[in-house]
């Protein structure tokens, strides 16, 4: 799973707790992601904003500290403490979550021991700034000692870690719930589909039944009515053999016993060519196989 | 949803940011659920645990006071302090998550101003405290300001509310987790249970439409062979009323189409009262109609 701080903790809350931390610690607490861009910022110096990052070449050293300074962490899970090229201090710890290294905390800038006053006289003739109020800027420099500091980021790092374990755990909760959620959507659709099925397949397999109903009865009758059929038939032969046409009557009476032999056989021949499932409406709650269209001839 | 403060966050790890903070700024951060029992429990002063809480008329005290400060608490947002009977001051602010007054937090014993020694010389009299020993305990009481520790407990709230919130949220997301597991689960089982459902549903459509099959075809067959036979029945009649016994050969002739017909007429008798399903193997592929047994008669 990727995932930055900012994915794991609402920033504009962490931003509100580290100024409150700062007016609280004087010890200004700052987020930057591994790339270095900036998650929370508090009680930036003037004499960092005002002067140093104004001017291009000591702008150029604060660049070159930071990224000495996030190089020190990698790698790391302690934290480090720097004095940057223009001489100020700032302190960097990463924060890692879920054994990953998302982002880095900085607390500064600040000074271990109070300002040497002549580098900074110095500095200001270098870059042309102010004396005066770059001297100013330098005096509202804190001065932290070690041991405090330490203090700060212990806390602070602690802090970091548990709201990004805290918040790491909410976005696998959250992506095991969308998981979840498509699980319930998938089965739902295939139980409609099964549903959808059930009753095509019902139909088919009625409709199958039907013929195949239709294709056994057939089946026996036509075996059953056959034999008989057949006999009636020789015996008809046999009378008009015999008889001729001597009697009017009884001629008719042979001839019509000749055409209902034929029509049975007839009707025996489509029974077994019946190859599909027709009916015909009988009466009105009844329906019967409509032989003609069942059978193939 | 039913939850206390203690199912929301990690109550160890709170521990240890109570223990960190209060090595930062010497504000001694606890917590207690809104039945007053201690959660998170930091920095408590040597005066009350060794004196104050050993003496049973200070630990009333120190009981009608915590009743006292909680009570102050009792819908309200923002923070109260309160002067102990015993002489120290606490400070205390409702922890609310989800509209929901879990937890109290407090900051404290101290004093606001320098202690009175005088005061505590006459407590230490009046309870029989070894007087050295306990104005030695007064003096390890912090003396903070009142901005200061409002900074602490502006803080601490914040801070407090964050992880609630946060581990409301995490609870909710279990929750939601466990529910939809469940309709996974139920969603699978009704799957399973159509898939069985649709089986036999189908199993019983075929057996269904074979019986409709069947009484269609018998219908049929009954329909169309009656005429003729009805037909062949009567001419029958008529030659064996016409010719008698004349000639042995016809009168068996005859005999034998009476035979016939009765066969037939028997037959179709039987197909009009097929009311089951019943078949026998006719050859290695193909099952007829076991008249006999599907017949009522």
Not at 228 to 256: C, I, M, R
């Given at each position: 799973?990727?995932?930055?701080?900012?994915?794991?903790v609402?920033?504009?809350?962490?931003?509100?707790?580290?100024?409150?931390?700062?007016?609280?610690?004087?010890?200004?607490?700052?987020?930057?992601?591994?790339?270095?861009n900036?998650?929370?910022?508090?009680?930036?110096?003037?004499?960092?904003?005002?002067?140093?990052?104004?001017?291009?070449?000591?702008?150029?050293?604060?660049?070159?500290?930071?990224?000495?300074?996030?190089?020190?962490?990698?790698?790391?899970?302690?934290?480090?403490?720097?004095?940057?090229?223009?001489?100020?201090v700032?302190?960097?710890?990463?924060?890692?979550?879920?054994?990953?290294?998302?982002?880095?905390?900085?607390?500064?800038?600040?000074?271990?021991?109070p300002?040497?006053?002549?580098?900074?006289?110095?500095?200001?003739?270098?870059?042309?700034?102010?004396?005066?109020?770059?001297?100013?800027?330098?005096?509202?420099?804190?001065?932290?000692?070690?041991?405090?500091?330490?203090?700060?980021?212990?806390?602070?790092?602690?802090?970091?870690?548990?709201?990004?374990e805290?918040?790491?755990?909410?976005?696998?909760?959250?992506?095991?719930?969308?998981?979840?959620?498509?699980?319930?959507?998938?089965?739902?659709?295939?139980?409609?589909?099964?549903m959808?099925?059930?009753?095509?397949?019902?139909?088919?397999?009625?409709?199958?039944?039907?013929?195949?109903?239709?294709?056994?009865?057939?089946?026996?009758?036509?075996?059953?009515?056959?034999?008989?059929?057949?006999?009636?038939?020789f015996?008809?032969?046999?009378?008009?053999?015999?008889?001729?046409?001597?009697?009017?009557?009884?001629?008719?009476?042979?001839?019509?016993?000749?055409?209902?032999?034929?029509?049975?056989?007839?009707?025996?021949?489509?029974?077994?060519?019946?190859?599909?499932?027709?009916?015909?409406?009988?009466?009105?709650?009844?329906?019967?196989?409509?032989?003609?269209?069942?059978?193939?001839?």
């Amino acid at each position: 799973m990727e995932y930055s701080f900012g994915d794991l903790v609402d920033l504009d809350k962490i931003q509100g707790l580290a100024e409150s931390f700062y007016r609280l610690t004087g010890i200004p607490p700052s987020i930057t992601d591994v790339e270095g861009n900036v998650l929370v910022k508090v009680g930036w110096q003037r004499i960092c904003t005002e002067f140093h990052r104004k001017h291009p070449q000591t702008l150029e050293r604060c660049v070159q500290s930071d990224t000495e300074l996030a190089k020190q962490l990698n790698g790391k899970t302690g934290y480090a403490s720097y004095k940057c090229l223009n001489g100020l201090v700032d302190m960097a710890a990463p924060i890692i979550i879920g054994e990953r290294h998302v982002a880095n905390l900085f607390a500064g800038q600040f000074f271990l021991d109070p300002p040497d006053r002549e580098f900074f006289r110095k500095q200001a003739a270098t870059f042309g700034f102010d004396e005066t109020e770059y001297l100013q800027a330098v005096d509202r420099v804190p001065v932290l000692s070690r041991e405090r500091l330490e203090l700060g980021m212990n806390f602070l790092t602690a802090l970091a870690s548990l709201l990004g374990e805290m918040g790491l755990n909410q976005k696998e909760l959250s992506e095991l719930n969308l998981h979840l959620e498509a699980k319930v959507r998938e089965r739902t659709l295939r139980l409609e589909h099964e549903m959808e099925e059930r009753k095509k397949a019902e139909a088919e397999k009625i409709r199958a039944g039907k013929l195949q109903g239709v294709l056994e009865m057939a089946g026996a009758a036509a075996h059953e009515f056959s034999q008989p059929l057949q006999t009636l038939s020789f015996d008809v032969d046999f009378l008009q053999g015999q008889l001729g046409d001597n009697d009017k009557e009884v001629g008719e009476a042979l001839q019509s016993m000749r055409d209902n032999v034929t029509a049975l056989s007839r009707l025996i021949n489509k029974v077994q060519n019946i190859t599909t499932y027709e009916v015909a409406e009988y009466s009105d709650d009844l329906q019967i196989i409509d032989l003609d269209k069942a059978s193939q001839n």
